[in-house]
């Protein structure tokens, strides 16, 4: 099989937090993004650490993530038309993870021809029961895989909302933003301040959000510094695959 080319692979921890408090499971990468073509196949590996006294066991099981009026929902293998799911493929079917071992699983997967999915999750779904306190929980972990076979990854965006400087509250900016291409995206903003002669008073970076097809999202964040009094030009720009985005807005401070 021909190996999904992986355009970035972040590895990051997904946690859960463990029972009684006593540490953390973890789940690594958290997030692998990849890109290639219909029929090529990718095998991830995800490693599962327990750092809590507790002993976990886990089923493996892949879910297609897609979007439906604007939020992300979860689908069973195979529900979906051109499921990526369906041909995920573990190393294993389950796993039991002791107090303070690390367990390493792998997940191929192939993309189907002409799919319109782009995402799913490799779920670590619990089947046992521990003691958090007096209540039992089982505890779940999950890493997302997208897809992108194309540079189709468009952001359309609602007007900028202001939430003006106040005595309690810095400036912050929101806006509605939506991915209207076929591809995802990981939008990455900053917000800067100009004043009335435009120039540049401050920015603050805006924390980076992942947007699938179709799925839509209130983005924005706060100023991190404070206003003389005066009016300002907001500026909002966000860059997602190698395109820029930009809102502004005028402001007063008293």
């Given at each position: ?186 939008a990455k903003g900053v917000l ?34 404070e206003l003389d009094p005066g ?24």
């Open positions: 099989m021909r190996k999904l080319l992986v355009l970035f692979f972040i590895v990051c921890a997904a946690s859960a937090a463990s029972a009684a408090e006593s540490g953390t499971l973890s789940l690594s990468p958290a997030v692998v993004m990849l890109r290639g073509e219909h029929g090529q196949s990718t095998t991830q590996t995800l490693t599962l650490i327990n750092g809590t006294t507790h002993a976990f066991s886990f089923d493996l099981v892949a879910q297609d993530v897609t979007v439906r009026d604007g939020k992300r929902v979860f689908a069973d293998a195979g529900t979906l038309p051109g499921s990526i799911a369906a041909t995920a493929v573990f190393s294993q079917k389950e796993v039991h993870v002791q107090p303070g071992e690390r367990v390493v699983v792998t997940i191929t997967v192939t993309l189907p021809p002409a799919t319109e999915q782009r995402a799913i999750v490799g779920l670590f779904r619990g089947t046992n029961k521990v003691m958090s306190g007096h209540v039992p929980m089982t505890a779940s972990l999950g890493a997302l895989l997208t897809f992108a076979t194309s540079d189709d990854a468009t952001m359309t965006t609602a007007e900028l909302k202001l939430r003006p400087q106040s005595p309690t509250e810095n400036l912050a900016v929101s806006h509605a933003c939506t991915n209207s291409g076929r591809e995802p995206l990981v800067a301040i100009l004043d009335a002669s435009g120039s540049l008073v401050g920015r603050s970076a805006l924390q980076p959000y992942r947007l699938l097809p179709g799925e839509s999202a209130e983005l924005g964040g706060e100023y991190a510094g009016k300002y030009r907001v500026l909002v720009t966000y860059d997602y695959e190698g395109k820029t985005l930009t809102k502004s807005a005028e402001v007063t401070v008293e």
